[in-house]
């Protein structure tokens, strides 16, 4: 379902006024905010959080096929809150939540790019997410999770995935048991967990590659759910997270404000080879940029080339784009244009060489987040 639009907030509007059933949300329906650390439970805490406004669920991994030949993927869903309570919940064409979706494929061999969005209403029967577990889906595009393993399909416009996803490490809470900070005030914050080292095999197909192809490789998860994460005067968000071929994985963002400097609440996580995992501040992290790239789609120019430095974990990588054009125009769904792609990295790690692999994700470089956050 293609909808040519640049404003999420026009969508909510309408759906919200009765454009489609239902009327305007009361002062009754306001969200919870995260304020402080949460009791989590796995896996009922991978499905959804309806008392909050914003929640996602985000795939991203780096593939190989039996010649060798990389490949990456993305397959991100959103649960947007339009009210808290229905006027009718009887009526399965009463909105409650809409539902957003990205897919994307990078081939690496043939240089190319491919990536297609979606949203609908949840009712009736069009999209929704599960309480109790993961079960997310919009169409024909899903994630479910079946007793350990994650089953990840989607099909669109020539391209396909049907994947295998198996935890190799227990789940990540990222910031304070999952309470990530994201700006000074009460509430600018989210709950945010993460699957790192998840072993990954099934078929892809691009649109350029034809037919289905088997693959195998590591992806990541990521579930964030809260209600006033952003602050007025942050911009977009640099986002990292890489997997380091000695079994550490690492996440980073840098959330930028308006005035060029860096939110302070700004953090990582480093995840060792057998699951535990440490907080990292600001303060723990340089990230250099060392090239750009422009769009010749948005016209904007992105960061294309970094060094990563956390002494203190004594790391420091180089890390590059598979490719250079990965970036996603969402007019179909979120309305934002972002560059979000598969990366590979070398440096040192303990002392040791070390090579790495994994996405990086940067917002706000080619215009607003579009009211999603």
Avoid at 70 to 88: D, P
Avoid at 129 to 145: E, I, K
Avoid at 244 to 258: E, N, P, S, T, V
Wanted: hydrophobic share 35%; aromatic share 10%.
């Amino acid at each position: 379902m293609k909808i040519a639009t640049k404003s999420l907030q026009l969508l909510i509007l309408f759906f919200t006024l009765g454009g489609i059933g239902g009327s305007l949300a009361t002062a009754g329906d306001e969200w919870a905010l995260v304020t402080k650390p949460r009791v989590w439970s796995f896996p009922k805490d991978f499905g959804a959080h309806p008392e909050y406004r914003t929640e996602w669920w985000y795939f991203t991994g780096n593939l190989t096929d039996l010649s060798g030949a990389r490949y990456g993927y993305q397959l991100t869903f959103f649960r947007q809150g339009i009210r808290q309570k229905l006027s009718n919940p009887a009526n399965a064409w009463d909105i409650r939540d809409l539902y957003l979706a990205h897919f994307a494929i990078t081939d690496v061999t043939r240089n190319r790019f491919h990536s297609v969005d979606r949203l609908s209403r949840g009712g009736p029967g069009l999209a929704g997410a599960s309480l109790d577990g993961m079960d997310v889906w919009l169409l024909n595009w899903s994630a479910r999770m079946k007793g350990s393993i994650i089953y990840l399909e989607a099909r669109d416009s020539g391209m396909e995935l049907n994947l295998q996803l198996t935890p190799r490490k227990p789940p990540i809470l990222h910031g304070q048991n999952g309470y990530s900070q994201k700006g000074p005030a009460s509430g600018q914050a989210s709950y945010y967990a993460s699957l790192t080292g998840l072993k990954t095999q099934g078929t892809l197909k691009s649109n350029s590659s034809g037919t289905p192809i088997e693959v195998q490789g590591t992806s990541w998860f990521d579930q964030e759910f809260g209600s006033n994460q952003l602050t007025q005067d942050q911009k977009g968000w640099d986002w990292f997270s890489l997997h380091l071929a000695d079994g550490r994985d690492l996440m980073i963002y840098f959330l930028r404000l308006k005035d060029g400097s860096v939110e302070p609440s700004s953090s990582g996580t480093l995840v060792a080879p057998d699951g535990t995992s440490r907080h990292l501040k600001l303060s723990d992290l340089t990230v250099s940029v060392l090239d750009h790239w422009k769009s010749p789609r948005s016209k904007r120019e992105y960061p294309s080339r970094w060094r990563i430095q956390i002494p203190s974990a004594q790391i420091e990588l180089t890390v590059t784009p598979l490719i250079a054009d990965q970036e996603l125009t969402t007019e179909g769904s979120t309305g934002v244009t972002y560059w979000e792609g598969a990366v590979v990295g070398q440096g040192i790690s303990e002392g040791r060489e070390v090579s790495c692999e994994g996405y990086v994700e940067l917002t706000g470089y080619a215009g607003s987040l579009g009211g999603l956050f």
